[in-house]
């Protein structure tokens, strides 16, 4: 592919990347402005994940769930810690088995994360249809999911 072909074409993961950090950028801002102390959007999205498990939670099992590496994963975990959202818990007498429960200042964390999320996401879909809405859903999801194959096909590839 030339020069003049690549210029030519809508570049839809790009767009997809600018519209992502545009959105956790409006987060910020929105965060800011109120005099939160809400911190990085994964961290957000962590603390809502563990507010919604009816099961118990532990660090181990959250790789598969998040795609983080183990040692990011830790990183974070240390810093909610830190941070005094989530307190880790050992189970069953057993010190290297800790269960990851939320604090109250985290349940307040997420409720404010989630109130500034819902806030942004009605303003950027302002004029916007629920069928349109539904449309870039629906496409979305399909290159998320294109974006798992070709991700899984370079992997069998490579050990082919």
């Excluded at 629920?130 to 999911?145: A, F, P, S, Y």
């Excluded at 899984?152 to 050990?159: A, D, G, M, P």
């Amino acid at each position: 592919m030339n020069t003049k072909e690549f210029d030519s074409r809508t570049h839809v993961g790009f767009l997809c990347d600018c519209i992502g950090r545009e959105v956790k950028n409006a987060i910020r801002r929105g965060a800011v402005e109120k005099d939160s102390n809400l911190c990085s959007g994964k961290h957000g999205w962590i603390i809502g994940y563990f507010v919604r498990q009816t099961e118990p939670i532990f660090q181990k099992d959250l790789e598969q769930v998040f795609h983080f590496p183990k040692s990011t994963l830790a990183d974070i975990i240390q810093l909610l810690e830190k941070d005094g959202l989530i307190t880790k818990v050992p189970v069953d007498g057993d010190g290297r088995k800790k269960q990851i429960v939320v604090t109250e200042k985290g349940i307040k964390f997420n409720q404010e994360t989630e109130a500034q999320i819902v806030e942004v996401e009605d303003y950027i879909t302002k004029d916007i249809s629920d069928e349109e809405i539904d449309l870039v859903v629906k496409v979305l999801d399909k290159m998320q999911k294109n974006a798992r194959e070709y991700k899984s096909y370079i992997k069998l590839k490579k050990e082919d």
